[in-house]
Nanobody, 114 residues
Framework: QVKLVESGGGLVQPGGSLRLSCAASGSAVRFNTMSWYRQAPGSQRELVAS???????IYADSVKGRFTMSRDNAKNTVYLQMNSLKPEDTAVYYCKFGVLNSYWGQGTQVTVSS
């Protein structure tokens, strides 16, 4: 059983930054694909970024150049550094472990507003 605990969400002004964390227990993140998704009210959940076991990262076009996903193997934690935040980034952000046999965190709210 894999458990994921997200943190780091909050309220930030447009142009600001936040760093989300996802701490995993029960399995090693470095051997699995880890992903960040987000879901805004009335919208489907969408992929934001992923990092594979070998460390390859992919990003949604909407966040390229602004968001960076990284991993700390020693802490068994993945991060999402979000810069130049926009109101349209407002959503609940979820961490996902794995691809087919996957686990989800509880989500953390990110609100970008002045």
């Amino acid at each position: 059983q894999v458990k994921l605990v997200e943190s780091g969400g909050g309220l930030v002004q447009p142009g600001g930054s936040l760093r989300l964390s996802c701490a995993a227990s029960g399995s090693a993140v470095r051997f699995n694909t880890m992903s960040w998704y987000r879901q805004a009210p009335g919208s489907q959940r969408e992929l934001v970024a992923s990092i594979t076991g070998p460390g390859i990262t992919i990003y949604a076009d909407s966040v390229k150049g602004r968001f960076t996903m990284s991993r700390d193997n020693a802490k068994n934690t993945v991060y999402l550094q979000m810069n130049s935040l926009k109101p349209e980034d407002t959503a609940v952000y979820y961490c996902k472990f794995g691809v087919l046999n996957s686990y989800w965190g509880q989500g953390t709210q990110v609100t970008v507003s002045s």
